[in-house]
């Protein structure tokens, strides 16, 4: 995930084996306050910043996860809120196709900024709200099992995973990745599926 981020990082790379802090807010506008806040708290560099009108994303990277996590306690005091405030994920889609076509492959491959999709492979598919929790579930994919990420959008109004590989590979992280997620506690989003 570490390279991936890299690739689409406009600020300070991460790399492999590093933490990080994950932020989306709305409206997008203060997203900038609580970068200062959180790059000021403890020795975190942050690696995006996303601006939009209603939402707002931020992450912070460090070699010691303790930074990271002081990097969102941070933020989360500047807010008067606690991460039990958070807003829990709500899966939208849940996609899997298998044995994909060569020409499929490459109208996925013009899109990306990960790894490529090729013929055969088993591509999984997953939307969810809030947005930022896409960076979540591609980082648990990859530990789960041997996959390639294919594209992350995890900032907006839903965010969106695309992973490809063996199908064993990948049944093995879509299981994984829909059981962390539905882990999660929180407050219920407040959007409407589409």
Do not use: W
């Not at 990271?68 to 933020?75: H, I, L, P, T």
């Amino acid at each position: 995930m570490s390279s991936y981020i890299a690739m689409i990082s406009r600020g300070y790379f991460p790399v492999a084996g590093q933490a990080c802090c994950v932020v989306e807010i709305s409206p997008g506008i203060e997203i900038n306050r609580l970068t200062d806040i959180a790059v000021k708290a403890t020795d975190v560099k942050p690696g995006l910043q996303i601006v939009e009108r209603l939402f707002g994303l931020l992450e912070v990277h460090s070699h010691n996860q303790g930074d990271a996590r002081q990097a969102g306690k941070a933020v989360l005091h500047a807010l008067d809120l606690s991460e039990d405030g958070r807003m829990k994920p709500r899966i939208l889609t849940s996609q899997l196709i298998k044995n994909i076509d060569s020409h499929h492959a490459q109208l996925i491959n013009r899109i990306r900024y990960g790894n490529m999709i090729v013929k055969g492979n088993t591509l999984y598919i997953l939307e969810i709200e809030p947005a930022g929790y896409a960076y979540y579930a591609a980082n648990e994919a990859e530990k789960a099992s041997h996959i390639n990420i294919i594209e992350v959008v995890g900032f907006g109004r839903y965010g969106r995973i695309y992973i490809a590989g063996e199908e064993a590979e990948v049944l093995v992280s879509k299981e994984m990745v829909e059981k962390r997620l539905l882990s999660i506690t929180g407050k219920e989003p407040s959007g409407q599926a589409e």
